[in-house]
């Protein structure tokens, strides 16, 4: 698993954003897919995850009902559509895989084996 993030960038606040995440291995569809972010002087949290056929998903609560998670085993990547963006928003987002038995607790980075790059998400207030 390789695993490229993209899609960041400035938007104004109310603004949308999708961020994609796309794996160049031959396994994506086994892994549990999450996103994180970090802003600058906070520790990483937990954004979104989706399970291994993309029946099953799960939000923070900062995020519900404007973020939503989504992936296409096709194509090897996975998405998020961020709407309705706030200031508070702003951060370097991060994908990440885990072992598609983990779910119940991928709301944790440690349980994610593999890490994207990070794409940086300013939302200008």
């Known amino acids: 698993v390789q695993l490229q993030a993209s899609g960041g960038g400035l938007v104004q606040a109310g603004g949308s954003l999708r961020l994609s995440c796309a794996d160049s291995g031959r396994t994506f569809s086994m892994y549990i897919v999450g996103w994180f972010r970090q802003a600058p002087g906070k520790e990483r949290e937990f954004v979104a995850a989706i399970n291994w056929s993309g029946s099953s998903t799960n939000y923070a609560d900062s995020v519900k009902g404007r973020f939503t998670i989504s992936r296409d085993n096709a194509k090897n990547t996975a998405y998020l559509q961020m709407n309705s963006l706030k200031a508070e928003d702003t951060a370097v987002y991060y994908c990440?895989?885990?072992?598609?038995?983990?779910?119940?607790?991928?709301?944790?980075?440690?349980?994610?084996?593999?890490w994207g790059q990070g794409t940086e998400v300013t939302v200008s207030s």
């Open positions: 990440a895989a885990a072992p598609y038995n983990q779910f119940m607790i991928a709301t944790t980075p440690h349980v994610y084996d593999y």
